[in-house]
């Protein structure tokens, strides 16, 4: 049973927050089942003190003195007890209370991190981010049950029970009455939901739109248009604000309900158990209990129902944040996919590949079939849009597996995990991905490499030559995507990193567009040191760049076009010599 309650963080986990919570707090089951028992025992010693109450008041009437003492001290004694054994839950509370909050997060990013480019490309980062962040408030999801609903529950079934032990008839008419109020409160707190989860989601439709006007921030000031920009963030604001005073103004309904049922209940049993005390239908006891009784009801009625309320805002929050994240990965590695292990230089094939971003779409790679060596150079050509790119994302894996297979060292990369593909695989692309960190760290991502390799593969990238100038050197921040950066020195980044990373497959993808002819013809020597033991595939529009090459594959509409050395291709007078006239016999 326990093994239910507590799923292991499977690879999907759950959207139901309460699931969600009890996932995350698999590692202190322990933790969990002591501070609810210790609560259990808790909340069951405090609803006794009503049972002292009744015998010190009996006994006052009867002027029992020993009695009295002896239930005087029952009383007191009840209720410290409580009170200890509230404060060692409250230590248990927090310990587990903040573990669950942390576990929540680290799952909801890891599991975040499982989704694939397509996932990052349709979703803004920023959302992503806050509703990861906002997974930390699944823990209060829980508390609020365990810590409210629970014991106000309990509360109100003991309390039940023992105004029946009274009286009968005087029990369930207070029952009757009370769970009247309940079920008009019930059904104020619906319209609340919907209210809630209108609101959360015109929340987070403002937070989207305000965060995607603040990145592009710059853009706006270039186009002058910063005050039209402005006056859509205001109506959005008004929208969010409308929308809060709704919901609000029905909360504020529920609240003024509560307190009016609670000061006729409380006047009524006042007036009516008076006239049972004075007409001797009841004990002094009796009274005081059930007036004590009526109260603890009342007060745990207003709980519940305050608790459902501030419960359906959280849950709709993290249900909405959990619905962003937690949805299944679109190709996941299959289950007995194998890792690639590469002994020899790699050779790579593709083999009938066909591929389409979007089902229904005309594809972006026709039936593309090739053969690549181990240690083949391979330069890649074509106009923008002839589906250059998408070849080395199928290579990456980054997207669903095409039509065809494609195998490196015969082995087919369907069947084996994303992660031990890529690691085989060393990329630079003509837009360098930065993270907000040092160079230093930029360059590492977080790897292990001697002060010597990192020198090496500055040295080899040419990054030397602008580092030194910059004044924290390689530890200088290098700003929001770069920011700090010119577009060739992000490039040259991007190629100190695959020299570092040293994988047997190199890919670049216009990787020296960005850099100016000198600076470009520097690298170009070091990547022909890099190509000797590599099988490397080069994607450029400057054919001059490609003079290393064994063979030229000139794409055109997702199809291999022409293929062979430049020679041989200059020699045929199709697309690839129309091109190298184009570029003034390639020295542009
Ligand atoms: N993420 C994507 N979703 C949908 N279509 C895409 C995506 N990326 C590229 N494409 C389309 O695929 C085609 C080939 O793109 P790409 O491989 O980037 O071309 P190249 O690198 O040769 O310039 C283009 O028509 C482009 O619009
Ligand atoms: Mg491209």
Redesign the pocket.
């Known amino acids: 049973m326990f093994k239910k309650i507590f799923a292991q963080a499977n690879n999907i986990p759950s959207t139901n927050p309460i699931k969600f919570a009890l996932e995350a707090c698999r590692f202190k089951k322990k933790l969990f089942f002591k501070s609810l028992g210790l609560l259990i025992i808790c909340v069951i010693t405090a609803n006794l003190v009503p049972l002292a109450t009744k015998g010190f008041f009996d006994n006052v009437e009867l002027l029992k003195f020993d009695q009295i003492y002896f239930y005087a001290i029952l009383g007191f004694g009840l209720t410290f007890l409580a009170e200890i054994l509230d404060y060692f839950y409250g230590i248990y509370a927090t310990i587990l209370y903040g573990h669950i909050g942390q576990q929540a997060r680290t799952d909801a990013i890891e599991y975040t991190n499982k989704h694939s480019?397509?996932y990052f490309?349709s979703n803004q980062s920023g959302l992503i981010s806050s509703a990861i962040m906002s997974t930390r408030n699944i823990s209060g999801l829980l508390f609020m049950h365990i810590e409210e609903t629970m014991p106000s529950l309990l509360t109100l079934i003991i309390s039940a029970i023992l105004t029946l032990t009274v009286d009968l008839k005087i029990g369930l008419i207070i029952i009757l009455f009370e769970s009247v109020v309940a079920y008009c409160a019930l059904k104020k707190t619906k319209t609340i939901g919907r209210l809630v989860k209108r609101h959360q989601e015109i929340k987070h439709m403002s937070w989207g739109f305000i965060g995607d006007v603040v990145a592009n921030v710059k853009l706006s000031k270039i186009f002058n248009i910063g005050r039209l920009h402005l006056q859509k963030v205001f109506k959005v604001i008004i929208k969010h604000t409308r929308s809060a005073e709704s919901m609000w103004l029905a909360k504020e309904k529920l609240i003024i309900f509560l307190d009016f049922s609670d000061v006729v209940s409380r006047l009524v049993a006042a007036v009516a158990l008076s006239y049972l005390y004075w007409i001797g239908f009841i004990s002094l006891g009796d009274f005081t209990m059930i007036f004590f009784l009526l109260g603890k009801i009342e007060t745990s009625l207003q709980n519940l129902v305050n608790m459902i309320e501030r419960y359906q805002t959280t849950r709709q929050e993290i249900a909405v944040a959990l619905e962003k994240i937690i949805i299944p990965i679109t190709h996941p590695d299959s289950l007995n996919a194998k890792k690639l292990k590469l002994k020899k230089l790699p050779s790579i094939e593709f083999k009938n590949l066909s591929f389409n971003?979007?089902k229904g779409t005309s594809k972006?790679i026709k039936k593309l079939s090739l053969q690549i060596q181990p240690g083949e150079k391979i330069g890649i050509v074509?106009?923008?849009?002839?589906?250059?790119?998408?070849?080395f994302k199928l290579i990456l894996k980054q997207y669903p597996a095409p039509d065809g297979t494609i195998f490196i060292n015969q082995k087919d990369l369907a069947e084996h995990t994303k992660d031990s593909v890529r690691a085989n695989i060393a990329v630079v692309s003509q837009d360098t991905l930065v993270f907000n960190r040092t160079l230093e760290q930029n360059l590492t991502l977080g790897k292990k490499y001697t002060k010597a390799q990192i020198q090496k593969a500055l040295k080899g990238s040419h990054c030397d030559q602008f580092i030194k100038d910059l004044p924290d050197g390689l530890q200088t921040k290098v700003g929001e995507r770069g920011v700090k950066l010119s577009g060739g020195q992000k490039q040259r980044v991007g190629i100190a990193r695959a020299l570092l990373k040293n994988s047997p497959i190199v890919l670049l993808?216009e990787a020296t567009s960005a850099l100016d002819s000198k600076s470009e013809k520097y690298i170009q020597d070091s990547l022909q040191k890099l190509a000797k033991n590599h099988t490397m595939l080069v994607?450029a529009h400057r054919l001059s760049t490609l003079n290393f090459m064994d063979r030229i594959v000139v794409?055109d509409k997702g199809k291999i076009k022409e293929i062979g050395t430049h020679q041989e291709l200059l020699a045929q007078k199709g697309i690839y010599y129309k091109l190298w006239q184009h570029q003034c016999g390639g020295c542009i």
Do not use: E, R, V, W
């Not at 074509?382 to 070849?391: E, F, H, N, R, V």
């Open positions: 480019d397509d490309s971003y979007n972006q074509g106009a923008s849009g002839a589906g250059k790119s998408t070849l993808d994607i794409m």
